[in-house]
């Protein structure tokens, strides 16, 4: 005689489901907390570090300028003090750029939370990038369809201007702070366009998802290493060169999703590429 044990199947696999969204939860549970005592210090670090740069920048100009006035007259100092002097200042300006970001997300809860629609700011993301040259050497596909880390994914597309008189997102209203929703998609649309090759493929989609919307950015790059990807919304990582970015931008975008009860996650398969997705509840009465 055979038992019929599908039922009991069923249950284990409701139960594997159960723990699985527990250990997600209790996950994202734990690194909101520090993100949130990281966020505290950001304010402090930031003006406690705007000082001294501030005095360094203001040095490097006072020399420059003597140096423009050719009261350096050796020949073999003055390359070697001019190169200096622009190590320096670039080092100085990306300094003003990590403490730039992490002001900004001091200072995120500013803005009021109001309606937004999700779509229009997508849209004015993408009208940034139109003078971008990266961009511009990259297919952006935009498609209403789900896209897959691993699947097979549309092949032809709109070059950015193309995609905004083409545009084929519906209204998607979620309640948010519009600019920094905009920093959210700007943030992700650059790093897509770095992490491809010259005419590579960029796939967006905004499609209505578990009672909100989902915006996926994703690019058929290198992919992100598996021991890397935990780690993705940390401040100050980076899989990007040195000198290529702060390691701040996800970070802030992460809190900023967090903070109007939204979340944002990242896929990635070495070879395959990578796509991070960003869902927003729909606001009360969302989609009219």
Same mark, same amino acid.
């Given at each position: 005689?055979?038992?019929?044990?599908?039922?009991?199947?069923?249950?284990?696999?409701?139960?594997?489901?159960?723990?699985?969204?527990?250990?997600?939860?209790?996950?994202?549970?734990?690194?909101?907390?520090?993100?949130?005592?990281?966020?505290?210090?950001?304010?402090?670090?930031?003006?406690?570090?705007?000082? %001294?740069? *501030? &005095?360094?920048?203001?040095?490097?100009? @006072?020399?420059?300028? /003597?140096?423009?006035?050719?009261? !350096?007259?050796?020949?073999?100092?003055?390359?070697?003090?001019?190169?200096?002097?622009?190590?320096?200042?670039?080092?100085?300006?990306?300094?003003?750029?990590?403490?730039?970001?992490?002001?900004?997300?001091?200072?995120?809860?500013?803005?009021?939370?109001?309606?937004?629609?999700?779509?229009?700011?997508?849209?004015?993301?993408?009208?940034?990038?139109?003078?971008?040259?990266?961009?511009?050497?990259?297919?952006?596909?935009?498609?209403?369809?789900?896209?897959?880390?691993?699947?097979?994914?549309?092949?032809?597309?709109?070059?950015?201007?193309?995609?905004?008189?083409?545009?084929?997102?519906?209204?998607?209203?979620?309640?948010?702070?519009?600019?920094?929703?905009?920093?959210?998609?700007?943030?992700?649309?650059?790093?897509? %366009?770095? *992490? &491809?090759?010259?005419?590579?493929?960029? @796939?967006?989609?905004? /499609?209505?998802?578990?009672?909100? !919307?989902?915006?996926?950015?994703?690019?058929?790059?290198?992919?992100?290493?598996?021991?890397?990807?935990?780690?993705?919304?940390?401040?100050?990582?980076?899989?990007?060169?040195?000198?290529?970015?702060?390691?701040?931008?996800?970070?802030?975008?992460?809190?900023?999703?967090?903070?109007?009860?939204?979340?944002?996650?990242?896929?990635?398969?070495?070879?395959?590429?990578?796509?991070?997705?960003?869902?927003?509840?729909?606001?009360?009465?969302?989609?009219?």
């Amino acid at each position: 005689m055979h038992t019929d044990i599908s039922a009991r199947k069923h249950a284990e696999e409701s139960l594997r489901q159960a723990y699985e969204r527990l250990r997600e939860s209790q996950a994202q549970m734990v690194q909101s907390e520090k993100m949130a005592g990281l966020g505290r210090m950001a304010a402090g670090i930031a003006h406690e570090v705007t000082t %001294p740069l *501030a &005095t360094i920048m203001s040095a490097v100009e @006072v020399l420059q300028d /003597r140096l423009a006035r050719g009261e !350096f007259t050796d020949n073999t100092t003055r390359p070697s003090v001019s190169d200096l002097l622009d190590m320096i200042a670039a080092a100085v300006e990306r300094g003003q750029v990590i403490i730039r970001d992490l002001l900004g997300f001091s200072r995120k809860d500013a803005e009021e939370v109001v309606m937004v629609d999700l779509s229009a700011v997508l849209k004015n993301a993408l009208r940034v990038l139109c003078n971008d040259k990266r961009t511009a050497a990259r297919q952006i596909i935009l498609t209403a369809e789900p896209i897959n880390v691993e699947g097979a994914w549309p092949q032809d597309g709109w070059g950015v201007q193309a995609a905004l008189e083409q545009w084929p997102f519906p209204k998607a209203v979620v309640q948010g702070r519009p600019s920094q929703l905009e920093q959210v998609f700007l943030n992700l649309l650059l790093n897509a %366009p770095d *992490a &491809t090759v010259d005419n590579g493929i960029v @796939v967006v989609t905004c /499609r209505a998802c578990d009672n909100g !919307f989902e915006i996926a950015v994703g690019d058929r790059g290198d992919g992100i290493l598996p021991e890397n990807l935990p780690y993705v919304f940390e401040p100050f990582f980076t899989t990007k060169p040195r000198g290529k970015g702060t390691g701040l931008g996800l970070f802030v975008s992460y809190q900023i999703v967090s903070s109007v009860g939204g979340h944002i996650r990242a896929e990635s398969r070495p070879g395959c590429g990578t796509v991070f997705r960003v869902w927003l509840p729909a606001a009360t009465g969302g989609n009219r």
